[in-house]
């Protein structure tokens, strides 16, 4: 499915004073999934290493030689890394917050070497005194749930997309495209945007049953996510305002609709925390 964001990392790519490049978003929003991608077109290999999955990869950044890292990555993934043509790709960075230093100096001694790493609810990892982002030496990009014209894409709809790309309201829009058009919009209003969602819709034949499990499970993911932050977060509160936020899809958010107990602050903090 195509994104966007390709285009920004294939501009991101051709810079000079290109810096390492975080992908920051939800969790289920198609971050690794654009980096593969962005890698299969661009480059001639790739090194990926998941935090999340392989936390003791850490260890390969602990040298304070980069030159010694760039080897034990080489070791580690048995591939030679060629500047300008391997992308690094560090997936789930929160779980590895003491890399995130490391990265200003690949900046500063290896700067031909492309570097993205792509994270989510980076913010309780940065609150942490011990951990800092080097200021100046990264750059960010966020990314978000596909866009109602990025599900159009995905639905095959290619003249629809490339006709409302080009649609200004000086021109009438004939019904029977008009009409179309709400159809598909409908459509996102109840697939969503998050890539996989859209996936198991599509390839389901758009079997609502297929696609309403899958936001299901996405869900589930999103309540075990918040249990790994109960040292700064209240879980069960959090959990109980993500609950309730669906009900107030078309109305003036009231904090005390969400929790009438509450103090005003602590929903909105809990807002603020579930929006990053």
């Known amino acids: 499915m195509e994104r966007k964001a390709l285009d920004v990392l294939i501009e991101w790519k051709a810079r000079a004073n290109r810096k390492p490049l975080i ?97 989510s609810l980076l913010d309780f990892i940065l609150s942490e005194p011990d951990y800092s982002v080097p200021v100046g030496r990264i750059e960010f990009l966020y990314l978000g749930p596909m866009t109602f014209e990025e599900f159009l894409r995905a639905r095959g709809q290619e003249q629809l997309h490339e006709y409302l790309n080009s649609y200004t309201l000086a021109t009438p829009m004939p019904e029977a495209i008009h009409t179309k058009l709400l159809g598909f919009l409908k459509e996102y209003f109840v697939v969503g945007g998050l890539p996989g969602v859209v996936k198991a819709y599509i390839e389901s034949s758009l079997d609502p049953i297929v696609t309403s499990r899958e936001q299901q499970n996405i869900l589930q993911t999103y309540y075990v996510d918040f249990g790994k932050y109960k040292k700064k977060v209240n879980v069960s509160f959090l959990q109980d305002i993500f609950k309730k936020i669906p009900t107030q899809i078309g109305k003036t958010v009231k904090y005390t609709a969400l929790n009438p107990l509450a103090k005003s602050l602590l929903v909105k903090e809990s807002l603020d925390l579930l929006e990053k």
């Not at 962005?38 to 980069?66: C, G, H, V």
């Open 23 to 119: 992908i920051r978003g939800a969790r289920q929003v198609g971050k690794t999934e654009l980096v593969r991608i962005f890698a299969r077109r661009e480059f001639d290999s790739l090194i990926e290493i998941n935090f999340d999955e392989y936390p003791q990869k850490a260890s390969l950044f602990s040298d304070d030689d980069i030159q010694n890292v760039f080897r034990f990555i080489e070791i580690d993934a048995n591939q030679k890394i060629v500047p300008g043509k391997t992308l690094l790709f560090l997936d789930e960075i929160q779980s590895a917050p003491m890399v995130l230093a490391r990265l200003r100096y690949f900046y500063e001694k290896m700067p031909a070497l492309h570097v993205i790493c792509a994270g």
